[in-house]
Structures are given as structure tokens and as C-alpha cells.
């Protein structure tokens, strides 16, 4: 299993996990204001399928705007709408379940 951070916030976004544990579990961060696309311009997704080395359809894409999620859907990319006030981890098994 691979994660990526996909952000549409300025690089400062890199920096602040940049000594952050967390970031050693991340294979790939891609910021809007680094690549020149945001969400849910159909070109971040490409980019960010091109930096993970995966074909879309193998991406899981969680994000808790409609508008992104709608963008990645375009490109192929699974995806889910994360709803505010549970735990993702709640909205993955929901997803997994979904789909066997």
C-alpha cells in the first residue's frame, strides 16, 4: 500500500510535515501551488498518478469536497467522500465493503 498527500494548499503544506513523522508514510506529496493544477483540474490527477507510477484506476482518492471527488471520478480514480465528523477509518471499511 502506497499513500500520497494531494493538497491544494501552498508548498508552506510540505514544509510544516516536513519534520513531522507522519510524512515517512507518505510516498508522494503533491501540492497545487508546486505542480501549477489544483483539484479537480483533471491534469493534478494525471500528475498525481504519474508520481505514484499507478494507472488511476488503482488509486483510492478520499477527500471531503464533492468537487474533488467528482474530478478524480473523472480520471477513473476510486474514490471517497470523507464526511466530517467520523472516523475515516469508518468511511475506508464502508468503502471496502462496498465494493466485495
Request: glycine letters at 4%; charged letters at 25%.
Amino acid at each position: 500500500m502506497i499513500f500520497a498527500v494531494a493538497s491544494n494548499h501552498i508548498s508552506l503544506v510540505r514544509e510544516s510535515l516536513k519534520h513531522h513523522w507522519i510524512l515517512e508514510n507518505f510516498k508522494v506529496v503533491l501540492i497545487s501551488w508546486d505542480c501549477g493544477y489544483e483539484k479537480p483540474e483533471l491534469w493534478f490527477y494525471q500528475l498525481l498518478s504519474e508520481e505514484l507510477w499507478m494507472p488511476t484506476d488503482k488509486i483510492l482518492f478520499i477527500d471531503d469536497s464533492e468537487k474533488n471527488i467528482e474530478g478524480a471520478k473523472k480520471v477513473w480514480l476510486h474514490t471517497i467522500l470523507y464526511k466530517k465528523g467520523t472516523l475515516l477509518s469508518e468511511n475506508i471499511f464502508s468503502y471496502l465493503h462496498s465494493i466485495n
